[in-house]
């Protein structure tokens, strides 16, 4: 009976692993490396700089999918041999390694099920992080610092390229603000459901009477743009100004004008960048976080005016979404999944893919909902 249920679990994992390659689109994905490639070879790639770091990103991405989902199948192939040859031989131990690896591969598949969740029109785009600090003083901007840190983490875990935009640092500890570009194949997608108010409860190391507070942060993601995405931006209704970038503590880091803030008129957006030497630099990244984000505030009022028309009351599902208790006990949970770790310092270190994958399937449940709603009231 163990060997058929083997045998029947892996068969299971085969169709999983085929429905998988279907969606994700194993066939187009080595086309277009192909094609990358071409582009890669030809001589006068590097003549223009932006358009290069453009391809070779792309070709790394689809390299790096490629090699994960076919390593995945390779390893659930040479699964099917070794259950064959454990019941063949009826050798206990290797039935045992068998057992194993399919839990280990069962684990794998399942994450790499969730991306075929993400089918929004900009998932499949690298991510612009924005994290803010709010109500609660010194605490909820050392929060805010927390929560860049453990991003950045969780990025490295998976070895996802990061690029800090721009950083605020606050007085005393921590910071008001900080911008920073995540870019991994679908990071927008599975990222956006981090988006919404995260609240830290703990003792303060910053109260001398050791009392306990609460500290409150945003976090915003948006895709980021290319340059074929249709969002205009008038001169007129920016206004740019230029300073010199400075680090912790108000330090100076730059003895010139380089860093650049532009501010939307019409819709007060600010965004800043001081990572570049280049104030033209500087000027071209702060366009294309603002586009993003006013890319993604376009398409928050055209879901508004659905709601609207559907009669829908609620607030934005990201708002209080997650705490993080670290006093009188230890527990992240999330407000909408009702998941929850008493791990807190995995946590913040970037174990947060549990979180992730638990809040994808969440919003995947609640686009159905919205959908079966709009279908019923039409």
Not at 68 to 96: H, Q, Y
Not at 229 to 254: A, K, L, M
Not at 284 to 289: G, P, R, T
Request: glycine share 8%; proline share 2%.
């Amino acid at each position: 009976m163990a060997e058929l249920d083997l045998d029947a679990k892996i068969k299971q994992l085969d169709a999983t692993m085929h429905s998988i390659e279907q969606v994700l689109d194993f066939d187009g994905m080595r086309r277009e490396i192909a094609e990358l490639e071409q582009q890669v070879a030809a001589p006068d790639l590097w003549d223009d700089q932006a358009n290069a770091q453009r391809v070779t990103g792309r070709l790394s991405t689809l390299q790096g999918e490629l090699e994960r989902v076919s390593g995945l199948r390779s390893r659930l192939d040479d699964l099917a041999v070794l259950a064959e040859l454990a019941e063949e031989e009826g050798d206990e131990d290797t039935r045992a390694e068998a057992e194993v690896e399919l839990g280990r591969i069962a684990q794998s598949i399942e994450a790499l099920e969730v991306r075929t969740l993400l089918s929004g029109e900009y998932d499949e785009r690298d991510a612009l992080v924005t994290i803010r600090s709010g109500a609660g003083g010194v605490d909820a901007a050392d929060f805010a610092e927390m929560l860049m840190r453990m991003y950045v983490r969780w990025a490295e875990r998976h070895k996802y390229p990061v690029e800090v935009f721009d950083t605020s640092y606050a007085e005393e500890a921590g910071i008001k603000s900080a911008t920073f570009e995540i870019r991994a194949p679908y990071a927008y997608g599975t990222l956006s459901v981090e988006s919404g108010t995260h609240r830290l409860v703990r003792i303060s190391p910053f109260d001398n009477q050791g009392r306990r507070q609460t500290g409150f942060a945003a976090v915003e993601v948006v895709p980021v743009l290319e340059q074929t995405d249709e969002i205009d931006v008038p001169e007129d209704e920016i206004r740019i100004d230029v300073y010199r970038s400075s680090g912790p503590g108000g330090q100076s880091v730059n003895t010139t004008d380089s860093a650049v803030r532009i501010t939307h008129l019409p819709t007060g957006i600010v965004v800043s960048c001081q990572n570049e030497k280049s104030q033209l630099q500087n000027r071209a990244s702060a366009m294309v976080i603002l586009k993003s984000k006013l890319l993604v505030r376009k398409r928050a009022e055209e879901r508004a005016k659905l709601d609207e028309l559907r009669g829908d009351v609620q607030g934005s599902w990201g708002d209080q979404m997650r705490s993080y208790v670290l006093h009188p006990y230890q527990m992240v949970k999330d407000l909408r999944t009702e998941y929850e770790t008493g791990n807190t310092q995995a946590v913040f270190d970037g174990a947060i893919d549990d979180f992730i994958e638990a809040g994808i399937r969440w919003r995947r449940g609640q686009d159905g909902s919205d959908a079966a709603a709009d279908h019923s009231g039409s």
